[in-house]
C-alpha cells in the first residue's frame, strides 16, 4: 500500500529551513475532479514538515485527488474553498 501523498511532508535540511516549497511544474491549470486543500499547520512562520513561510501562516496545499505530487500548488488563503479558487486562478 503507498503512502498517501502530503503536501508538508518532514524537510531534510541540513543548514536551516527551505523558504516555503515548490509547486507542481503542472498545477490546475485542468479543474477536472476531486480537489484536495490542506492547511499547512505548524506555527511560527513554519509548516508542520519545517519548511519556512514567514507571517502569517495562512499556507494551503491545493491539488487533484490522486495526482498530489504533479498539481499541487500553495497558495495564501484564509479557508478551503478561497484557497481553491486562489489555486485555480481567481481573484477573489
Keep these: 500500500m503507498t503512502k498517501p501523498f502530503d503536501p508538508f511532508a518532514k524537510v531534510n535540511c541540513e543548514y536551516g529551513a527551505p523558504m516555503g516549497r515548490r509547486s507542481a511544474k503542472h498545477t490546475l491549470d485542468v479543474w477536472d475532479g476531486a480537489f484536495i486543500a490542506r492547511h499547512c499547520g505548524g506555527s511560527d512562520c513554519y509548516d508542520k514538515g519545517g519548511a519556512y513561510w ?39
Excluded: H
Design 54 to 92: 514567514g507571517a502569517p501562516l495562512n499556507i494551503w496545499a491545493v491539488w487533484n485527488r490522486g495526482k498530489g505530487p504533479e498539481t499541487v500548488t500553495y497558495v495564501r488563503a484564509d479557508n478551503a474553498a478561497q484557497a481553491k479558487r486562489f489555486a485555480k486562478g481567481e481573484t477573489k
